[in-house]
């Protein structure tokens, strides 16, 4: 709808200038746009956190130090393990891709295709 479109409009002007100061609405609308739903009391606490005020730019650093090593590598093999059932250390595309579409945040065929046009796989 027009609306839901319209209330979009200052996160996507924020992100184009960095200069404006982020909200929780701001948040709630980036964290939906990853497909994942936050409540208020997150969204607060997050704004807490944050080592000042919150524009753009301060959101992409507090989230990359966020997301800094979040995964140890016994995390990440175990993950792979879960996909290369029969311990090849390969993946095939059939494999590969109903994962994307089956697990955790899926991907659309769109993105897949997307994808693949710039990594495409070997096997």
């Known amino acids: 709808s027009s609306k839901s479109r ?56 507090f989230m990359g130090e966020k997301l800094q090593n979040t995964d140890s590598d016994d995390m990440l093999v175990s993950a792979f393990l879960t996909v290369d059932t029969e311990n090849t250390g390969l993946i095939t595309r059939q494999v590969f891709t109903n994962a994307l579409t089956q697990l955790g945040d899926r991907f659309t065929k769109e993105e897949i295709n997307q994808m693949y046009d710039v990594a495409p796989m070997k096997g």
């Open 6 to 61: 319209n209330s979009r409009r200052p996160s996507r002007s924020l992100i184009r200038t960095g200069m404006d100061l982020l909200t929780a609405t701001d948040l709630k609308d980036m964290w939906a746009s990853l497909g994942v739903i936050k409540d208020d009391a997150f969204l607060q606490a997050m704004l807490k956190e944050a080592t000042g005020p919150l524009n753009f730019t301060m959101f992409l650093t």
